[in-house]
């Protein structure tokens, strides 16, 4: 059994940050693409930003040069570093990971419960 556990959100006023944090565990064998998304009230969930098992990163325009996601690859752990937030980015923002198993070697797509992020004075 897979999980991915995140932490890290919360309340924070514009223009400040946040550092979301997103654990993996159980029986991994490997970790390939690991990234974050969100979804806001009435909106379809949307790609924040992905990172490659090898560093290569992606990120939605509406965020770039104000994200930085990066990884550990010794702790199964993705982050998104935000900064210069601003009330758009307000979402609950959801980790996922495309994970093969040890146990039993199967390649599958898995999510965290998701953390919400407000942004508001």
């Known amino acids: 059994q897979v999980q991915l556990v995140e932490s890290g959100g919360g309340l924070v006023q514009p223009g400040g940050s946040l550092r979301l944090s997103c654990a993996a565990s159980?029986?991994?064998?490997?970790?390939?693409?690991m990234g974050w998304y969100r979804q806001a009230p009435g909106k379809q969930r949307e790609l924040v930003a992905v990172?490659?098992?090898?560093?290569?990163?992606n990120y939605a325009d509406s965020v770039k040069g104000r994200f930085t996601i990066s990884r550990d690859n010794v702790k199964n752990t993705v982050y998104l570093q935000m900064n210069s937030l601003k009330p758009e980015d307000t979402a609950v923002y959801y980790c996922?990971?495309?994970?093969?198993?040890?146990?039993?070697?199967?390649?599958?797509?898995?999510w965290g419960q998701g953390t919400q992020v407000t942004v508001s004075s």
């Open positions: 996922n990971a495309d994970i093969v198993e040890s146990i039993v070697p199967t390649r599958g797509d898995y």
């Open positions: 159980g029986s991994i064998f490997s970790i390939y693409a």
């Open positions: 990172i490659t098992m090898g560093g290569s990163t």
